[in-house]
């Protein structure tokens, strides 16, 4: 009797166990590929470089490689894009645009803790450009770095906006409890002024009051934006940071070569639910594709626009500061300020006669971005991961990342022309609902639309989402889907979502590890 009660016992468990739902087993996404303490700021805290942004590899199709110039202003690029910036002309600790190590190369505990350069902003997000593109290499995504570069005792490395950023030489800025320590780097825009109409631009986080490396601006008396206020009113939409690999490789894609991979999955999308559309420049009309809605048309406006709304530095396309304050700004500081060099001597590093040094720095920037590789996929994937690949197609997935687009098929860089570029994304807008919503417009990109955003490299990303909620991919991908409601339409990617929630456990984990593989 005791032996025909267990066996009952044993076959209700059995049957309850096939009844749960998919999500009760095994299926998980794998993890950053390589670890976190492989990559970015783990290689900090061991005393190893961080590696610096790959180089484009030679044309695939006629194995030309980048030529001599193209590859001296590749490197002058890294040196400029890691500079840390000091607020005044007579504030850096070496010479205008030197090396800190006087090695041609950047101090190997990067992020820098010498200010080698100067324009920084009474308000800004960052200080130097690597500090928010570390993951896994500079000019990666959002990472961790070490909060006390320079210190013989590294501490654990950490987002750069909790402690490192915000308090650099004394400043005086309060950290909103939206950057945590082992968060993201969250940029903040407000969604809506006090009179109700949108806003949606970038409000910088920190200021330089406080500065104890600046003389000039002792009376600088500037407060943050009350962001907890907004925080706590659902108010704040966040940003985080895209890697800027193979951008060069993006922007070589002709508009033709868009619309036609678009056209070519019409049949297969529409049953679907998923649509699609450019963003466009509202000069030319030509199709942007930079950022999270596509809002940047070019690599060099993506450039100059950060420089100054990021960093704080004026520059010949944004020429403005954000903040006029001439307190804070110091009494010679010039606007624009980081511009096309016209000195007679390079006793400042930016002499007229010397090519590398006539481009100014976030033009430099542009250079070592357009130069700069596309991530790199696992050169070992698993069965797992193989068989993902087939499952991810046959899904839908692949109808928004687009797995391959060509470039031109003549450029002025015969390294970038036709050649293809395996970037999983359609570089196209779509309505993603109100669980992705974010009430920012840009450009003819809605508050709940977000451009496909590029797959490669997403096998080393920690962060995942435009305002970095999760890091787990499995979460990311459920967060696609959102039913109509009265102020948003159905995300487009819910037909998508359903069918990858009705695979097998093995046919979601497989998708799930061909993602890290990427």
């Given at each position: 009797?005791?032996?025909?009660?267990?066996?009952?016992?044993?076959?209700?468990?059995?049957?309850?166990?096939?009844?749960?739902?998919?999500?009760?087993?095994?299926?998980?996404?794998?993890?950053?590929?390589?670890?976190?303490?492989?990559?970015?700021?783990?290689?900090?805290?061991?005393?190893?470089?961080?590696?610096?942004?790959?180089?484009?590899?030679?044309?695939?199709?006629?194995?030309?490689?980048?030529?001599?110039?193209?590859?001296?202003?590749?490197?002058?690029?890294?040196?400029?894009?890691?500079?840390?910036?000091?607020?005044?002309?007579?504030?850096?600790?070496?010479?205008?645009?030197?090396?800190?190590?006087?090695?041609?190369?950047?101090?190997?505990?990067?992020?820098?803790?010498?200010?080698?350069?100067?324009?920084?902003?009474?308000?800004?997000?960052?200080?130097?450009?690597?500090?928010?593109?570390?993951?896994?290499?500079?000019?990666?995504?959002?990472?961790?770095?070490?909060?006390?570069?320079?210190?013989?005792?590294?501490?654990?490395?950490?987002?750069?906006?909790?402690?490192?950023?915000?308090?650099?030489?004394?400043?005086?800025?309060?950290?909103?409890?939206?950057?945590?320590?082992?968060?993201?780097?969250?940029?903040?825009?407000?969604?809506?002024?006090?009179?109700?109409?949108?806003?949606?631009?970038?409000?910088?986080?920190?200021?330089?009051?406080?500065?104890?490396?600046?003389?000039?601006?002792?009376?600088?008396?500037?407060?943050?934006?009350?962001?907890?206020?907004?925080?706590?009113?659902?108010?704040?939409?966040?940003?985080?940071?895209?890697?800027?690999?193979?951008?060069?490789?993006?922007?070589?894609?002709?508009?033709?070569?868009?619309?036609?991979?678009?056209?070519?999955?019409?049949?297969?999308?529409?049953?679907?639910?998923?649509?699609?559309?450019?963003?466009?420049?509202?000069?030319?009309?030509?199709?942007?594709?930079?950022?999270?809605?596509?809002?940047?048309?070019?690599?060099?406006?993506?450039?100059?626009?950060?420089?100054?709304?990021?960093?704080?530095?004026?520059?010949?396309?944004?020429?403005?500061?954000?903040?006029?304050?001439?307190?804070?700004?110091?009494?010679?500081?010039?606007?624009?300020?980081?511009?096309?060099?016209?000195?007679?001597?390079?006793?400042?590093?930016?002499?007229?006669?010397?090519?590398?040094?006539?481009?100014?720095?976030?033009?430099?920037?542009?250079?070592?971005?357009?130069?700069?590789?596309?991530?790199?996929?696992?050169?070992?994937?698993?069965?797992?991961?193989?068989?993902?690949?087939?499952?991810?197609?046959?899904?839908?997935?692949?109808?928004?990342?687009?797995?391959?687009?060509?470039?031109?098929?003549?450029?002025?860089?015969?390294?970038?022309?036709?050649?293809?570029?395996?970037?999983?994304?359609?570089?196209?807008?779509?309505?993603?609902?109100?669980?992705?919503?974010?009430?920012?417009?840009?450009?003819?990109?809605?508050?709940?639309?977000?451009?496909?955003?590029?797959?490669?490299?997403?096998?080393?990303?920690?962060?995942?989402?435009?305002?970095?909620?999760?890091?787990?991919?499995?979460?990311?991908?459920?967060?696609?889907?959102?039913?109509?409601?009265?102020?948003?339409?159905?995300?487009?990617?819910?037909?998508?979502?359903?069918?990858?929630?009705h695979l097998s456990p093995a046919d979601q984990q497989a998708i799930l590890d061909f993602l890290r593989s990427l």
């Amino acid at each position: 009797m005791r032996k025909t009660q267990r066996s009952v016992q044993s076959l209700i468990a059995t049957l309850a166990l096939l009844l749960l739902p998919s999500a009760v087993f095994a299926q998980k996404d794998p993890g950053v590929r390589g670890g976190i303490q492989n990559t970015g700021g783990g290689l900090q805290q061991q005393g190893i470089p961080i590696p610096h942004p790959p180089l484009i590899s030679p044309n695939p199709t006629t194995g030309v490689p980048v030529n001599p110039n193209e590859l001296a202003s590749f490197e002058e690029g890294i040196l400029r894009a890691g500079q840390l910036e000091s607020t005044c002309d007579e504030c850096a600790d070496v010479t205008d645009g030197s090396p800190v190590t006087g090695l041609g190369e950047l101090d190997p505990m990067f992020p820098q803790f010498h200010t080698n350069s100067n324009g920084l902003g009474a308000r800004h997000n960052a200080d130097q450009c690597f500090v928010c593109h570390a993951q896994p290499q500079l000019g990666g995504s959002g990472g961790y770095i070490v909060p006390n570069p320079g210190d013989p005792t590294p501490q654990q490395a950490e987002n750069p906006q909790f402690r490192l950023v915000p308090h650099r030489y004394g400043r005086q800025n309060n950290v909103p409890s939206f950057e945590k320590q082992f968060g993201p780097s969250r940029e903040v825009r407000f969604k809506y002024n006090p009179d109700g109409t949108r806003d949606g631009g970038v409000h910088q986080l920190w200021t330089v009051r406080g500065s104890t490396n600046d003389p000039t601006i002792p009376n600088c008396a500037l407060t943050q934006p009350d962001f907890e206020a907004q925080y706590k009113a659902g108010n704040l939409a966040f940003r985080i940071p895209l890697q800027m690999t193979g951008l060069g490789l993006m922007e070589s894609i002709q508009d033709r070569e868009i619309l036609a991979q678009h056209d070519a999955t019409a049949t297969l999308r529409a049953p679907l639910g998923i649509a699609g559309h450019p963003n466009r420049s509202g000069n030319d009309g030509t199709i942007t594709r930079f950022g999270w809605k596509a809002q940047n048309k070019s690599i060099t406006i993506f450039a100059g626009e950060a420089y100054n709304v990021e960093v704080g530095i004026t520059n010949e396309v944004f020429p403005t500061p954000t903040e006029e304050d001439p307190a804070c700004q110091g009494p010679e500081k010039p606007a624009p300020n980081d511009v096309t060099r016209t000195d007679s001597d390079d006793h400042k590093n930016q002499w007229f006669d010397n090519p590398l040094h006539i481009l100014p720095d976030w033009m430099q920037f542009q250079v070592m971005m357009r130069f700069t590789d596309g991530p790199a996929p696992d050169p070992n994937p698993s069965d797992s991961a193989k068989r993902g690949k087939a499952i991810f197609a046959n899904v839908g997935c692949a109808l928004c990342h687009t797995p391959q687009m060509q470039t031109a098929p003549v450029m002025n860089s015969p390294v970038l022309q036709d050649r293809p570029v395996n970037l999983y994304s359609d570089l196209l807008v779509h309505h993603m609902g109100s669980k992705l919503a974010d009430e920012v417009v840009q450009g003819h990109a809605g508050p709940d639309e977000f451009r496909t955003t590029p797959l490669w490299g997403v096998g080393q990303r920690i962060f995942f989402i435009h305002d970095g909620r999760t890091t787990d991919l499995l979460k990311a991908i459920r967060d696609h889907s959102s039913p109509a409601l009265s102020q948003y339409p159905a995300s487009e990617a819910n037909g998508v979502v359903h069918k990858f929630n009705h695979l097998s456990p093995a046919d979601q984990q497989a998708i799930l590890d061909f993602l890290r593989s990427l």
